[in-house]
Structure formats: structure tokens, C-alpha cells
């Protein structure tokens, strides 16, 4: 129950009053004010919002600042991702130039819809069709990362009582890009990334070979790696689960020659100068497509080239989106005009049946 206290003030010759508000599982809450009014008020309020249980959220919201949220967040949470956590570093240090010095409390949708709208200016480091400005689908990424953080905020440490991202609009993305090689870019991009080194051909060929990610590719240890039977062990894969994928001939006749020269002393398949990171073929890669000519062309693409080629053999839907470790067909379906071929077939054979008298 709330409890109001008038005390006189020699001093400064007035009355103030002082709310004290105890109630049996909560901390007790106290403050003064010059004006009895404004102490009944807020004594009626906070006694409210104390047993809907969203003061000591609010509370705490006006004691830390964005900055303090991020920091926690990639001191404890970010190392636990198992991927993409180079991506949100980034993501995450961008909000925290711009808004990290804001109180909790002062985030809302309408502010982040603010610097949302200046994110969609800042400049790509990846020029896609003349897009100088970074895509509709980063900017969602951006939203997606802070979102992630703010729900750490309010469900885990009770810091805010609810996502302002929620209700912020996302741009509507254009998820129809399948952009692949031709046998013949293929044929050109494999020759520069094998002039610029053997690690990189390598790298090229097991993403082409089985649509894997850059991420599960360039994180493989020989540990993963079972010449025995054939098989890629991905591991801690974007969806969250491991999936072993068939090693095809010309990459085992590739693995076993460069098994030969390979350091005992680094578990990785592609070892960096860390002996406890892998190395970043990114740059290498970029600069191997540039050389050969191609456009509008990134390393994810390979793994649409895979899908894509996979597609128009006739493999269905759920057959590629088993290859490429996606749970649900809903990612696949953008190679679904590609299977026509196969589509036509069986839709011919159910005719046949149908007809046949």
C-alpha cells in the first residue's frame, strides 16, 4: 500500500511529500515531490503499473541507455550464435553510432523508422545492378538484429516492457533473384580462382558441387570430413542443425591430393594466419569474378547456381531443399519455375493414366 509523508522544510521553508509504496513481492519504491497532488497521483499510478507488472521495466528502461543493451548483448549473447555473428557485429555497431546513447526509455517505433530511413542511404559495399544504396533485404536485416537485441531486453532482462521494433515497417523485399552461372562462367571463374590460389578453387568448386554456404564451407575441419564414406559433416548450420552432404567425385579426387600437403598443426580445412579462425576468401573470391568478367555475380550465388542446376535435371523441390538443408520449402520455391521440365513429365505420366482409355 502506498503511504504519503508530509515533512517541512526549514530551509527551503515549505512542505514536501514523500511517497512510499510497499507491496508483499516487490522491492520497496519510494519519491518526493513538491506538490501533494502530483504524489497521490503518481502513488495511484505506480501502485498500478507495480501489479500489472511493468514499473520496474519502465524503471529500468530510464536507467540504461541502448549502448549498455548492445554491449551486454555481444559481451553474452552474441558469441552464442552459431553464425552470422560478423554480420550483427556490424549491424549492431551501426545502431550504436546513431541511437547508443539513448535511454531506453526514449525508444520508440517512430525514432527507429527515423534512422531506418537513413540507413536505406548509406552506401552499399556491394554494388548490385547499380545500387549504390544498400538493399531493401540489408535494411530488414539491420531491423532484424536490433529487434533480436531488444526482445533479449525485455524477455530475458527485464529492461523494457516491450519491442519497439515491432511495429516499424519492413521494406518489401524482392526475394525473386536467382542469379547463376552459365557452363560457360562457371568454366572461366573456376580458371581465375585457381590462378589466384589452390584454396580458393577449392573453396569455389565445394559450392558449386553441393550449395553449401559460405559460412558451413569455410568453417569445415578434416574432422568433419569422412573420405571413408564420402561425406561433408556441416555443422552448427544457419538453421541451427547438422547435415552431412555427399562428397561427389571430382571434389574427392581434389580433397585427397590436397590432403597431402595439408598442416597437421590446424584443424581447418582452409586455415587462416589464426590457428583458431579459418580463412576469409570473401575478398579473394570477389576479386577472381571481377577478373573473369562476370556481373552482378556473389559468393551466395554460387549455392543459387547449385540449386539452379539441380532444378533443371528434374530434381523436385523437396529433393533441393534437402541438398541445401532448408526446413521448408518456402526458400526453394524461386527455382520452381526451373523444374518445368520435371513438372511437365509428371503431369504427362498422370494423363497417360488418366486418358489412357
Given amino acids: 500500500m502506498a503511504e504519503i509523508k508530509e515533512r517541512y522544510s526549514k530551509n527551503k521553508k515549505k512542505y514536501t511529500y514523500t511517497v512510499s509504496i510497499r507491496i508483499k513481492g516487490y522491492p520497496h519504491v519510494s519519491k518526493t515531490f513538491n506538490r501533494k497532488t502530483d504524489a497521490v497521483e503518481w502513488a495511484k499510478q505506480t501502485e498500478t503499473d507495480i501489479k500489472r507488472g511493468i514499473y520496474f521495466k ?61 540507413l536505406s542511404h548509406e552506401p552499399s559495399k556491394h554494388i548490385i545492378k547499380g545500387n549504390k544504396t544498400l538493399s531493401k533485404a540489408t535494411i530488414n536485416r539491420y531491423l532484424s538484429t536490433l529487434s533480436i537485441v531488444f526482445s533479449f531486453a525485455v524477455k530475458d532482462w527485464g529492461w523494457m516492457s516491450e519491442n519497439p521494433v515491432y511495429n516499424v515497417r519492413k521494406e518489401t523485399e524482392d526475394n525473386a533473384r536467382v542469379r547463376f552461372l552459365t557452363k560457360e562462367e562457371i568454366k572461366i571463374l573456376l580458371d581465375e580462382c585457381r590462378k589466384s590460389s589452390y584454396e580458393l578453387y577449392l573453396t569455389t568448386l565445394i559450392a558449386l558441387s553441393t550449395g553449401a554456404r559460405y559460412s ?35 571434389i574427392q579426387k581434389e580433397l585427397l591430393e590436397y590432403s597431402k600437403i595439408r598442416s ?69 520455391k524461386r527455382y520452381s519455375h526451373l523444374t518445368k521440365g520435371h513438372t511437365a513429365n509428371v503431369l504427362e505420366d498422370m494423363n497417360n493414366r488418366m486418358f489412357k482409355e
Fill in 58 to 118: 519502465e524503471y529500468e528502461a530510464s536507467r540504461h541507455t541502448v549502448e549498455e543493451l548492445i554491449d551486454r548483448y555481444i559481451k553474452y549473447e552474441l558469441p552464442k550464435r552459431k553464425s552470422d555473428q560478423q554480420k550483427f557485429l556490424l549491424h549492431l555497431n551501426w545502431w550504436k553510432s546513431k541511437i547508443g546513447k539513448y535511454y531506453l526509455s526514449s525508444i520508440n517505433t517512430p525514432l527507429i523508422t527515423e534512422y531506418k530511413d537513413i
Fill in 216 to 250: 558451413e564451407i569455410i568453417s569445415l575441419t578434416w574432422d568433419n570430413i569422412d573420405l571413408k564414406n564420402n561425406l561433408f559433416y556441416f555443422m552448427n548450420t544457419k538453421n541451427g542443425e547438422n547435415r552431412g552432404v555427399p562428397i561427389t567425385k571430382i
Fill in 264 to 332: 597437421i598443426k590446424n584443424k581447418f580445412l582452409f586455415p587462416g594466419t589464426n590457428p583458431q579462425k579459418p580463412c576469409n576468401r570473401i575478398k579473394a573470391f570477389n576479386n577472381a569474378v571481377k577478373k573473369a568478367g562476370i556481373k552482378d555475380f556473389r559468393f551466395h550465388d554460387l549455392r543459387h547456381t547449385a540449386a539452379s542446376y539441380l532444378a533443371m535435371s528434374g530434381k523436385t523441390l523437396s529433393e533441393i531443399a534437402e541438398v541445401l538443408g532448408h526446413k521448408t520449402l518456402q526458400m526453394v
